[in-house]
């Protein structure tokens, strides 16, 4: 089965080798060593002078962590799918208040709607946004609205999980406090690791934060990677050897900007290929992303049946999600793709919504 999911997803044989090695102790002076060159890799990668901590867990771990740390009564999340509402359903989960964003189906957060937001609440302490909202294959301007929470002089929260390794984030010029990715996304690893930037300002609020539990503790992840360059508990070893080889092959391969344009031309591809069928992506025109399509099902077609039809042809794309699930399927660009899968899954594609032809 060819992937072009939401992730997980494919992955380079060479990390997957790289994985394979046998393994030793997280207290050891080799998982040290492979810690901090993973660390060093990573903060030269998002252009960041922040702590980078490597959490083993998924990226809804490190939602938890940025509302336990540094948000002490209320937050405010911008919606504009079904990841933007997890980030408000934990804060809820966790006994904060929150004030919600939520645009229209496809459409993105402008920093007008923002700075009118904020405007209204001036009590909220952060503000969390979704660079890349997975399930609507839309992209948001973190940029411009990275500017507009600073001018309110609040602490900025942003999930990457399907944007950082694909596009760029650079992490200390847009002043992000926290920003986080997981493995099984862009960067093409098995899914159990997530990758945490956090600045000396959340580190200060998690430092007095009261009750903020000891798993995703900023404060003492701080510690552990000063003091022994590992983590707190048993990490995930296999994928912190995998991202640190992923990184080096970006290096070996010319860098970040060279695995961007990759991204850029492999998604190209796809949208001249579904536009070529008739289809159209359903996110306001100049927000589509760069990782994943979300495509509007054709007439008279469910996204589900697509998605299956798919599957019974050796391609696994990825469902609609929440409202969308009907009417839109999804085709995920991340991890290893060849352009040839990609003509490959075109082809059977058009079999699909064209099976006459």
């Avoid at 991202?243 to 080096?248: A, D, S, T």
């Amino acid at each position: 089965m060819k992937l072009f999911t939401a992730g997980p997803v494919a992955c380079r044989p060479e990390v997957l080798q790289e994985m394979g090695r046998q393994m030793f102790s997280h207290r050891s002076k080799e998982y040290r060593e492979l810690h901090q060159q993973t660390v060093e890799r990573l903060s030269k990668f998002l252009e960041t002078k922040n702590q980078i901590f490597l959490f083993p867990s998924t990226s809804s771990g490190a939602m938890e962590a940025c509302v336990r740390n540094c948000v002490e009564r209320k937050m405010l999340a911008c919606i504009n799918g079904d990841f933007g509402k997890r980030f408000a359903k934990v804060g809820e989960a966790n006994g904060r208040v929150v004030e919600k964003l939520e645009t229209k189906l496809g459409e993105p957060t402008t920093p007008e709607l923002l700075d009118e937001k904020l405007s209204q609440v001036p009590d909220v302490e952060a503000v969390s946004i979704i660079y890349n909202e997975t399930s609507m294959g839309l992209m948001n301007p973190l940029p411009e609205l990275a500017k507009v929470v600073k001018e309110h002089g609040k602490l900025l929260f942003v999930d990457a999980v399907s944007a950082m390794g694909g596009v760029e984030l650079k992490v200390d010029e847009w002043n992000i406090d926290i920003c986080f990715a997981s493995s099984q996304k862009c960067f093409g690893i098995p899914p159990g690791l997530t990758m945490v930037s956090v600045n000396d300002e959340a580190l200060k609020i998690s430092e007095r934060m009261k009750n903020k539990g000891w798993y995703f503790d900023f404060k003492l992840f701080e510690k552990y990677q000063k003091e022994q360059s590992s983590t707190p508990m048993t990490s995930v070893i296999p994928q912190v050897a995998a991202l640190n080889k992923e990184l080096e092959i970006i290096e070996r391969e010319g860098g970040k900007e060279k695995r961007f344009e990759l991204y850029r031309a492999r998604m190209n591809r796809i949208v001249s290929g579904i536009k070529r069928l008739g289809l159209s992506l359903h996110p306001r025109p100049g927000y589509e992303s760069v990782t994943i399509a979300c495509v509007n099902a054709p007439a008279g077609m469910s996204g589900l049946t697509v998605y299956e039809e798919m599957r019974k042809r050796g391609f696994e794309l990825a469902k609609g999600y929440g409202e969308l699930k009907e009417k839109t399927f999804r085709i995920g660009n991340m991890g290893y793709i060849l352009m040839e899968d990609i003509d490959e899954m075109l082809e059977a594609l058009e079999s699909v919504i064209k099976p006459s032809s």
